[in-house]
């Protein structure tokens, strides 16, 4: 009986860990969908806090690292995404100094239409 419910929770365990995988797959494309699509040369971008959040500016490190991006800069939206930023070598300015946002992008768990 113990080994049936071990193996029961073995399978429950497997299963969760499978849908960590594709939900983070899930956000992982979200995010470089969304620097891909709308972050353009010399954009000032707002960037929200998160996951998929981290998905996008690990994304624009990338393009902005290649030269496939130029002179983008970051408002962030909370301490954690500033660290990022500055992990990531992005560079970080304030609405005090960059009070237009050309885009701003942030995590979403729903959409209705």
């Known amino acids: ?9 073995d399978a429950e365990l497997a299963a969760k860990r499978a849908a960590k995988r594709m939900t983070d ?4 494309a979200a995010g470089y969908h969304a620097c891909d699509t709308m972050v353009r040369n010399g954009m000032v971008v707002g960037v929200g806090t998160g996951e998929t959040c981290e998905f996008v500016l690990e994304r624009l490190s990338h393009r902005l690292s290649t030269g496939e991006l130029e002179g983008v800069c970051v408002v962030p939206t909370s301490e954690q995404t500033k660290s990022f930023l500055c992990r990531l070598k992005i560079p970080s300015v304030s609405l005090d100094t ?4 050309d885009v701003a992008i942030g995590s979403a768990d729903a959409v209705d239409r």
């Not at 960059?98 to 946002?101: D, E, F, S, T």
């Open 25 to 28: 797959e899930v956000k992982k």
């Open 1 to 9: 009986n113990s080994v049936a419910l071990q193996a029961t929770n």
């Open 98 to 101: 960059h009070a237009c946002i």
